[in-house]
């Protein structure tokens, strides 16, 4: 089984995919997208959706711009026409970035986070980890808490997004370590630039699930396709 992960700096595509981007998206989708609280989150939103169409299409041999979405009642996104192979996908955007996930062998999700975003004080961190998670934490030094903060809570919304786990359920009641983590489950850390840290959560082990992860670079051409960078490997979560 693999799963196929596209991300991109919304900086670094050109305007003209977005404005690609913009233009595929459907009028109920807007009128979600209008309540973002600023232009440059819109953007991270607007690639989003955008990359997603294209990893669709990609995948399904569909153009980009015939693909269609619905919500379920927990916000999670669905494909309106949904196709016979199974796929299973997730998105996520965050301060300049984006990206997306698909997988054909059961649930996944994915979650991406600048390395300097604002993190909340240790006693109320607390609200959102396990006691194992919290003794991890602890037993590394002050210096390096913060990032691993953050490669938990990327863990943990990527397998919220996997398991269609809404608002109504606390972090703190889901762990991911080893001796805590759903043992069907895969997890992964993106290995991106040092300024960001990614995650996936996936249907199945580490022994069959391969996770190939691309970077899409520039102007996405007239028939969808990405000008690509390989990157390394993700690598299973510590």
Known sequence: MEARVLWAHTSEVAAEFLSRCRG?????EWTELSNTRSPSALQDRILARGLLRVALGRDLGWEPGSVAFRKDPQGKLHL????????????????????????RGGKCGIDLERVD??????????????PGERAFLDSLPQG?????????WT???????????GLGVSPGKIGVTPSEADPGMSFFQL?????????????????????????AE?????????????IPSPSPSP
């Open 80 to 103: 309106q026409a949904k196709p016979t192979t199974g796929l299973e996908f997730s998105l996520t955007h965050t301060g300049g970035a984006a990206a997306c996930v698909t997988f």
């Open 144 to 152: 390096e808490r913060p990032t691993a903060f953050l490669r938990l």
């Open 191 to 215: 290995q991106l630039p040092p300024s960001w840290i990614g995650a996936i959560a996936a249907d199945g082990t580490e022994r069959t699930l391969r996770v190939e992860c691309v970077k």
């Open 117 to 130: 975003r604002a993190l909340p004080p240790e006693s109320t961190q607390n609200r959102f980890l396990t």
């Open 155 to 165: 863990l943990k919304e990527a397998y919220m997004k996997a398991a269609g786990v």
């Open 24 to 28: 595929w998206i459907q009028p109920e």
């Open 218 to 230: 520039g102007l996405l051409f007239e028939d969808g396709s990405a000008k690509i960078t390989a």
